[in-house]
């Protein structure tokens, strides 16, 4: 079987790059070891007319590969900035307040996700399954099908699915999800997430569900939770290992005996950043004695600073980190360290290792990995604490954590006061409980378990739409100085 991912981003061949955000950080290992071939942006757009020979680059990641296709210039940004995250990143995350869309930008929207499908064309073959990844390609399996790809073609969508209701605030909301039903197997983060897509199937669709399968025109599409995961133990590895980073011997040089909170997020509406800074500022009122000795460090990695939702939340936590620092700081101390940049993953795993208390608090989450890179990247016989949000998907596995509403305020800064005075041995009980469903719930469990049920489906005659004489496909080979591609 060859295994041909889809995603908008890519990682780079690089390992120790900045990466942030779940999806690459999750697929990079996995591509890595399974030979997969793992395709996307190159981050640059260019003739919309290219098909076959659009690819910038094709080069070796361990036994897989990374190809990255130049987007067409004249639809990339009505997709990416427009409809992707102008309505359908808003919606997931229960905003549609947030939507701002046009009708052209979900022509843009279609018209790249066709672009994608006639450039997989060249990844094709008898042997081969694609497996479509997130909101940015919802329509990809259609564009597939219409091309008469007949091979299985699975999704997975990493954010939540909101409720019905929300998601009909989406324009063109019917005929979008309508042609997700030509995915053969269609994976989500929890069980709420996929109830809520049956929720929307039923009502505004009216199709039926029986045993997890949906019926269509398209044939038959399966329904099923797969949560993500990490490589807990490369992670830990990690971890132990950049405790001798010079950055990180800096930071806790600097911290002076004063007990560490982190918090890295990307720097966006969903993650509750506001709602955090602000506990931490009620942490020092209702505890004055915390003053001098705890502080946050919160990693805001800048994101879509082209959409204006994202420019006016950077000035909204500006603001509130000055306020906060400036009622509560003094000449050689302050409470809140912000950094509005990435890092590169050994660092943070540096950073989660070195954290007393790590705070992971989004007002909507898919996963939310970085709730398990912190649970991983933990000193077993000393564990910092985990304060989590009970609207991350993390939160169904990790009920270990301190688990907190984020739009309490209140409430969230007694729980942080609380893991910073947790006993050693209330935190070894935690940790050990959450470190073995990290284990269970692995990122090659993750992988493996949907590639499983991907390859199990069964083609349905529904699907043929063209002859495979239309697909080029491609091979593979080791070659010299690395594994090369070309058409045969």
Not at 104 to 110: K, P, T
Not at 263 to 287: I, P, T
Not at 412 to 419: E, L, T, W
């Amino acid at each position: 079987m060859k295994i041909v991912v889809v995603s908008n981003r890519v990682a780079r061949a690089r390992t120790d790059e900045p990466i942030a955000g779940g999806l690459a950080s999750a697929l990079f290992p996995m591509v890595k070891e399974s030979g997969a071939i793992w395709v996307g942006s190159s981050g640059h757009a260019g003739d919309a007319a290219q098909t076959r020979d659009s690819f910038a680059k094709i080069e070796a990641l361990g036994r897989g590969a990374l190809a990255t296709v130049d987007m067409p210039a004249r639809h990339y940004r009505g997709y990416y900035e427009g409809f992707a995250n102008s309505a359908l990143w808003p919606a997931l995350h229960s905003r549609p307040d947030l939507i701002q869309v046009t009708a052209d930008e979900y022509s843009s929207y279609r018209e790249v996700n066709a672009f994608m499908a006639r450039s997989l064309l060249r990844f094709g073959g008898p042997e081969t399954v694609f497996w479509i990844q997130d909101y940015h390609f919802l329509s990809l399996g259609a564009e597939l099908r219409h091309l008469g790809i007949k091979r299985p073609i699975g999704f997975f969508l990493h954010t939540p699915w909101a409720e019905r209701s929300t998601m009909a605030a989406v324009p063109h909301h019917g005929d979008l999800i309508s042609a997700m039903l030509a995915y053969d197997l269609i994976g989500f983060q929890t069980e709420d997430d996929q109830r809520n897509f049956e929720d929307y199937l039923r009502l505004d669709l009216g199709v039926s569900i029986i045993d997890d399968v949906v019926t269509s025109k398209y044939g038959t599409t399966r329904l099923a939770v797969f949560p993500i995961g990490i490589d807990v133990d490369e992670f830990a590895s990690r971890a132990a290992k950049a405790v001798a980073r010079p950055e990180i011997m800096r930071l806790r040089a600097s911290l002076q005996g004063a007990r560490l909170a982190l918090g890295v997020d990307r720097l966006d509406y969903s993650k509750g950043l506001a709602n955090r800074l602000r506990a931490f500022d009620r942490l020092f009122e209702l505890q004055p004695s915390a003053k001098r000795a705890v502080s946050l460090l919160q990693v805001a990695v800048p994101t879509r600073g082209n959409i204006r939702a994202y420019r006016e939340l950077k000035n909204e936590l500006a603001t509130l980190v000055g306020e906060i620092n400036g009622r509560h700081g003094e000449v050689d101390w302050i409470p809140i360290r912000y950094l509005n940049r990435g890092f590169a993953q050994s660092t943070l795993a540096g950073f989660y290792r070195v954290a007393h208390v790590g705070l992971v608090t989004p007002l909507h989450d898919g996963m939310n990995l970085v709730a398990k890179e912190y649970v991983a990247a933990q000193n077993p016989f000393d564990p910092g604490a985990l304060v989590l949000s009970s609207f991350a998907g993390a939160a169904k596995e990790l009920d270990a954590a301190l688990i907190v509403n984020p739009h309490d305020v209140d409430a969230m800064a007694k729980q942080i006061s609380r893991a910073f005075s947790m006993s050693l041995e209330e935190r070894r009980e935690r940790w050990q409980s959450m470190i073995a469903r990290l284990r269970e719930g692995s990122v090659q469990n993750w992988f493996s378990d949907f590639l499983q049920a991907l390859a199990g489906v069964e083609l349905v005659p529904a699907r043929v739409a063209a002859s495979d004489a239309a697909v080029m496909p491609i091979i593979l080979d080791v070659a010299e100085g690395g594994r090369t591609a070309h058409s045969g």
